[in-house]
């Protein structure tokens, strides 16, 4: 076999079927299915579908659509921009891995949609606390992190207490940081855009693009720190609940 | 002159003249032309051509582009013959071009059945050529040939049914009167062969089996019933001895690839080398490079074959760069192992034994969990092809550098479905990868210069006689090196990924460096 990586990147979108061929009674194929999401999925989405950095799955809101057929196309092709990447494997394996998230699903009806809003917490004075606080980065106008507008239909609100708690522990590929400083002395920081062999370009925390060539840059760095600070000492441990009811109770 | 004498001589100019097994055997004295995927029987993808240099490279200059119409890799090698170029095109078309302006003469376009199992693409890495013929593998699993003045389909023989999971991606290779070509399907339990067709019938004339089975050598190293779905492609294209008569074919995993309890024993002949004797198919050796495979590394890489002295005698050998992280040097008459040593990272084997059999580090199987190992999936190096410079003495490689996590998982054979009994993963492990164009001392493996890659290539290198190695990118850079220093002298971002092999050529005398790219086929000269 060639290159593993490139076809996980190309996927298996050729569905021939709008709908799961399995249906929940299939004992069988949900063992199956369990099975190849513990290899593939689990460790973005936990084995609960609500424990990891990925999109939470014990829920029934789907960002990039929740019928059959956008469900295999999602696990075959991945999402564009994001980390789930595709799969390169076979059709009627992704339609059982379908299915075992639909056991999923439907064990998280009792417990609602993503993150729970009435866990504790003031989502009036949290939304005003984020907008003083995370709103410059964390809009829909910003450029610098993820718009959180609707992040509460798909983390779990432990998930977003470790992202404002510990925000280093784990950083979206999507926004990694970089630091270069280039021949003439000048420090740069922010966002990276692409790189290649001779050339680096990133939107720096002005929101400016900047393209350097590599032989312009005294130092390159890629620190293990998100851009994002830690509120563990900024916020108490109320001012994070009321963050998290604001965030938890947002769009659906 | 006469209207009727400028036709004859117009006709007379433009005139092919037969490709003909004497000028195959003596490819490389005619480095106007490149007649074979890697250039020449002995596989070492050198130019003789000597007009690029490093003083004038950066006069480097585009003079074509050919834009296919295609979103699959493109995975091809051209060959030229006295200024028409021959290229394939994913999933198995042919198109010939004027080599001058990169204007399309004919194209073959093939009708394929649907969804023919290919684990990597629908692709396709070039033809080969004799008398007016070209011949060329399908993803269908067919071998076919074409007039090389029209493209007119000539015959066309089915190798085996591809809905098994075989096909044909690599350029066959001509040896005399037959056309030879071997299977992919490597993920899909196949049973890999290489096979030789009449150049003039399509006949098949012999098959060699790449997986032992009843009655035949090796078949006590699979366990049971493993055999019939013991994977070891073909994939890339073979070399030539015309001296010894035998052609050189890596072989690649064994199925399924990261679970091998289903097919215990050392599994012949996958992950080698075999010998075969070109008229008659049969083994005259083999040389295994990694028993017992569970870590998909294919040996499908270019077998090179060198006349040098090893060890105070001139010796006739094969060297490779292969996939599981060491390079190795056998004797091409015997098989016999004279040399190895690792050109990556690796941690698999504590080393190699006297007999060229690596001694296996302890804990290094595919796991449930994930195991990580070095090299990865992709391999120390992988498919794409190195070179060597008589000029400079040194071997060039594009060398990978990074680990994998290996996951083993179930094996259950289902006809024309994946075999693969787990999966492996780079992006769960530490980002350490990166990759290099190094050059080796041919004898020893030894590392005389490395230029670093960002992101390990999947491109081949091309050395000329002028003194650069050519070489593409993953972040899409054609770069020319110095082939003494290994130092960056010219590059050009081309705007897509470089998945396949250089070549170089003259047309009305001067030199051309030629490249897939993308979807694009660019053509360099000076300026």
Known sequence: MRLLLALLALGASAQTRETNPYALTDRDALAKGRQLYSFYCVFCHGMDGASGRGSQLASSYRKHGSSDREMYRTIADGVPGTEMSGHWIEEDEIWKIVLFVRQIEQNASGRGQGCRADAGGDPVRGAALFQHACGSCHSAASRLGPDLAAIGATRSREHLRESIVEPDKVISRVFRAVRVRTNQGEAVHGLLLNQDQYTLHLLDVREQIRSFQRSALAEVVFPKESLMPSFAKSFSAGEIDDVLAHLCGGKR | ?527
């Not at chain 2, 890999?192 to 997986?211: E, H, L, N, P, S």
């Not at chain 2, 005698?313 to 190795?328: D, E, I, S």
């Not at chain 2, 580090?361 to 120390?380: F, I, L, R, S």
């Not at chain 2, 590059?491 to 998945?499: P, T």
Request: hydrophobic share 35%; aromatic share 12%.
């Open chain 2, 1 to 527: 002159m006469t209207g009727r004498l400028l036709l004859a001589a117009l006709v007379a100019q433009v005139a092919v003249a037969q490709v003909t097994q004497a000028q195959l055997v003596d490819a490389a004295k005619t480095p106007r032309n490149w007649l074979m995927y890697s250039g020449d029987y002995r596989s070492q993808r050198h130019s003789g051509l000597t007009a690029l240099t490093p003083a004038n490279v950066k006069d480097l200059d585009l003079k074509w582009v050919y834009q296919a119409k295609i979103v699959e890799k493109f995975e091809t090698t051209p060959l030229v013959v006295d200024g028409v170029m021959y290229i394939t095109l994913p999933p198995s078309d042919v198109v010939a071009l004027d080599a001058a302006t990169g204007v399309r003469l004919w194209e073959y376009k093939r009708s394929m059945p649907p969804r023919p199992q290919v684990c990597c693409g629908q692709v396709n890495r070039g033809v080969a050529i004799q008398g007016d013929r070209l011949f060329a593998a399908t993803v269908d699993a067919h071998v076919i040939a074409l007039d090389r003045k029209t493209g007119r389909l000539l015959w066309d023989t089915e190798m085996i049914d591809y809905r098994t999971g075989y096909s044909g991606t690599h350029a066959p290779l001509v040896v005399k009167d037959k056309v030879l070509v071997g299977v992919a399907g490597g993920e899909y339990g196949i049973r890999g062969f290489i096979d030789a067709y009449d150049i003039a019938t399509g006949q098949r004339k012999w098959r060699f089996y790449t997986v032992a089975g009843p009655g035949e050598f090796g078949r006590e190293t699979w366990a049971g019933d493993s055999w019939k779905t013991g994977g070891s492609s073909v994939w890339i294209t073979g070399s030539y001895d015309p001296e010894l008569n035998l052609t050189y074919w890596g072989t690649g995993n064994p199925g399924p690839d990261w679970n091998g309890d289903v097919r215990l024993g050392d599994n012949l002949f996958s992950c080698s080398v075999v010998a075969l004797d070109a008229d008659t198919g049969q083994r005259k050796w083999h040389f295994q490079f990694t028993p017992h495979d569970e870590h998909d590394w294919d040996a499908t890489q270019i077998m090179m074959l060198l006349d040098r002295p090893v060890r105070g005698q001139n010796r006739k050998v094969l060297v490779t760069a292969n996939r599981n992280g060491f390079y190795y040097v056998l004797d091409r008459a015997t098989g016999e192992f004279l040399h190895g040593r690792p050109f990556v990272k690796q941690t698999w084997a504590v080393g190699l034994d006297e007999r060229g059999r690596p001694v296996r580090a302890p804990g290094k199987d595919p796991t449930p969990e994930g195991n990580h190992v070095y090299p990865g999936v992709a391999g120390g190096t992988n498919w794409s092809s190195p070179s060597y410079s008589p000029i400079t003495d040194l071997f060039y490689v594009t060398a990978r550098e990074g680990g994998s996590l290996y996951f083993k998982g179930e094996a259950d054979y289902k006809p024309g479905r994946r075999f693969q009994g787990g999966f492996a993963n780079n992006e769960r492990v530490s980002g350490d990868w990166y990759g290099a164009v190094r050059a080796l001392d041919p004898s020893t493996g030894e590392r005389k210069w490395e230029h670093k890659l960002r992101i390990p290539s999947i491109a081949g290198v091309l050395s000329t006689a002028g003194g650069l190695v050519f070489v593409g990118t993953e972040d899409g850079y054609f770069k020319a090196l110095d082939a003494s220093s290994g130092s960056d002298l010219w590059h050009l971002n081309l705007g897509g990924r470089v998945r396949a092999s250089p070549m170089s050529f003259a047309v009305d005398g001067e030199q051309r460096v030629a490249i897939a790219a993308g979807s694009g086929l660019f053509v360099f000269g000076l300026r």
